[in-house]
């Protein structure tokens, strides 16, 4: 069984702030793991991905995360927020690449 | 990059009528489709899992035939909404997996089918 939870359906910080969201997963396998971002009325956009690699995954639009499995964690972080970081993130767990469960997410607010 | 395309990207239709959403993959070949709903302000979850030739698997609670879903080929799976009702309006993503980029498995998302039954 496989099930992520994201801490903080709401998360707001300031532009220049660095951005922390939380994500902790329960998997009886290895776990793959993902970060999708979304915005209104838009389907999901690929952040960045463990697949069992390297346990720091460096994404797209300067968001990185990291694998720790002692901690069953995989947080998203970028250093300085830009304010087109607004949106919903999403962290996602599956076994391999087969059926994905999703967390709540958590809705990202950039304040000028 | 590998693409998934969903048609139509919204729909509206009147209560009681069925309605069919395609979800393709363009440019790779999807062994498997896996089809979510997203209720406004939530999460998506997964409500079947299609596999190229066979039968859905759907996840429990998902009425197999209120949703239909039929994967006639490897880079095309339909989901059709039976008899729609106003609760059925939702937002529906599908993802495809396979081998894109070479010899690299992964799974890409389509950018969803807004339904609105009325």
């Known amino acids: 069984a496989q099930s992520v939870t994201q801490l903080g359906s709401h998360v707001s910080v300031s532009e220049g702030a660095l951005v922390l969201l939380r994500c902790n997963y329960s998997s009886s396998v290895p776990p793959y793991l993902f970060w999708y971002v979304q915005y209104p009325n838009q389907g999901l956009q690929l952040l960045l991905k463990?697949?069992?690699?390297?346990?720091l995954v460096k994404g797209i639009n300067g968001f990185e995360a990291e694998f720790k499995k002692s901690e069953t964690s995989f947080h998203l972080t970028k250093p300085s927020a830009h304010m087109s970081d607004a949106a919903e993130y999403f962290c996602?767990?599956?076994?391999?690449?087969?059926?994905?469960?999703f967390g709540s997410g958590t809705k990202l607010n950039v304040k000028p | 990059g590998a693409v998934v395309s969903q048609h139509p990207s919204r729909v509206i239709c009147k209560s009681g009528t069925s309605v069919k959403i395609e979800c393709r993959s363009l440019?790779?070949?999807?062994?498997?489709m896996f089809w979510y709903r997203q209720f406004p302000k939530q999460s998506l979850m997964l409500m079947a899992t299609s596999n190229e030739g066979s039968k859905a698997t759907y996840e429990q609670g998902v009425e197999k035939d209120k949703f239909l879903i039929n994967h006639a080929s490897l880079t095309l799976s339909t989901l059709t909404v039976t008899s729609a009702h106003p609760e059925d309006s939702s937002f529906y993503i599908c993802?495809?997996?396979?081998?894109?980029?070479?010899?690299?498995?992964?799974?890409?998302f389509g950018p969803g089918t807004r339904l609105l039954v009325l």
């Open positions: 996602a767990v599956s076994g391999g690449f087969n059926k994905f469960y």
């Open positions: 993802s495809a997996r396979g081998l894109a980029g070479g010899n690299q498995e992964t799974q890409y």
């Open positions: 440019d790779f070949q999807a062994t498997t």
């Open positions: 463990y697949t069992s690699a390297a346990t």
